[in-house]
């Protein structure tokens, strides 16, 4: 079952058009991921389903509901969260205050406690630099509260835009390996990654957009082994 569906996404900035058409779908329990070169349109692409960026035309179907033209905060409501690009965690900001702003959807004070443990389990690297200010955080450490500030609000879908962008290839693995680990506990993953090869690798489904469109489409072992992508993405 689809639980996210894009359907022929036009986005415009001024007279350039950033996104011409684009359509696909994210299933319940997937992992599907969104390759493709800078400037092909994949950031464009989640700050539109996010209601950062206001398409001119097209439907972006969540769990059935039409939210285009919906605000970002009550889209999160609905169980979707994004981690950006560049992490964009609050540097001054403790470990634990990033967290407790990651669940601001939450009224309880006892839950937001329950739900910051959680996270403490899953990452617990952030259990020990509870009290340090974000800002003094190694790169992946960063990634970690990036992704553990998003659990915060229970999503559904999580969004990922290039989660290894700058990390040294040893901490890429491990946030790959953080990304298989959500998803192991139930979380639907739409991944935009410049690393193919990594991304591919753990992928249900793969679409590669290009100049705004897409341009091919299927499982992440098809798109691996595909000669285009192999030219294109995987200096094969």
Same mark, same amino acid.
């Given at each position: 079952?689809?639980?996210?569906?894009?359907?022929?996404?036009?986005?415009?900035?001024?007279?350039?058009?950033?996104?011409? =058409?684009?359509?696909?779908?994210?299933?319940?329990?997937?992992?599907?991921?969104?390759?493709? %070169?800078?400037?092909?349109?994949?950031?464009?692409?989640?700050?539109?389903?996010?209601?950062?960026?206001?398409?001119?035309?097209?439907?972006?179907?969540?769990?059935?509901?039409?939210?285009? +033209?919906?605000?970002?905060?009550?889209?999160?409501?609905? =169980?979707?969260?994004?981690?950006?690009?560049?992490?964009?965690?609050?540097s001054e900001l403790s470990v634990y205050d990033n967290?407790?702003?990651?669940?601001?959807?939450?009224?309880?004070?006892?839950?937001?406690?329950?739900?910051?443990?959680?996270?403490?389990?899953?990452?617990?690297?952030?259990?020990?630099?509870?009290?340090?200010?974000?800002?003094?955080?190694?790169?992946?450490?960063?990634?970690?509260?990036?992704?553990?500030? %998003? !659990?915060?609000?229970?999503?559904?879908?999580?969004? !990922?835009?290039?989660?290894?962008?700058?990390?040294?290839?040893?901490?890429?693995t491990q946030v790959f390996e953080m990304i298989k680990?959500?998803?192991?506990?139930?979380?639907?993953?739409?991944?935009?990654?410049?690393? %193919?090869?990594?991304?591919?690798a753990i992928a249900d489904r793969a679409y590669v957009?290009?100049?705004?469109?897409?341009?091919?489409? +299927?499982? +992440?072992?098809?798109?691996?082994?595909?000669?285009?992508?192999?030219?294109?993405? !995987? =200096?094969?």
């Amino acid at each position: 079952m689809a639980l996210l569906e894009i359907k022929d996404l036009q986005v415009y900035y001024g007279v350039i058009q950033a996104l011409k =058409g684009i359509t696909f779908e994210v299933n319940e329990g997937e992992i599907v991921t969104l390759i493709g %070169a800078n400037g092909a349109g994949k950031t464009t692409t989640m700050q539109s389903i996010m209601g950062l960026i206001h398409p001119r035309s097209g439907e972006i179907i969540y769990n059935g509901q039409n939210i285009v +033209g919906m605000p970002t905060h009550k889209i999160v409501r609905l =169980g979707m969260t994004q981690v950006p690009e560049g992490r964009r965690v609050f540097s001054e900001l403790s470990v634990y205050d990033n967290l407790v702003m990651g669940g601001y959807v939450n009224k309880n004070p006892s839950e937001i406690k329950k739900d910051i443990e959680t996270v403490y389990g899953l990452f617990p690297r952030l259990k020990e630099r509870k009290s340090q200010p974000a800002g003094m955080l190694s790169g992946g450490e960063q990634q970690m509260l990036a992704m553990g500030r %998003a !659990l915060m609000s229970h999503p559904k879908l999580m969004m !990922l835009d290039e989660p290894s962008m700058g990390l040294a290839p040893i901490l890429v693995t491990q946030v790959f390996e953080m990304i298989k680990h959500l998803h192991s506990t139930g979380t639907t993953i739409l991944l935009v990654e410049q690393n %193919a090869e990594k991304a591919l690798a753990i992928a249900d489904r793969a679409y590669v957009l290009e100049t705004g469109n897409i341009i091919l489409s +299927g499982t +992440g072992s098809e798109l691996a082994n595909s000669d285009l992508v192999k030219k294109a993405y !995987l =200096g094969n």
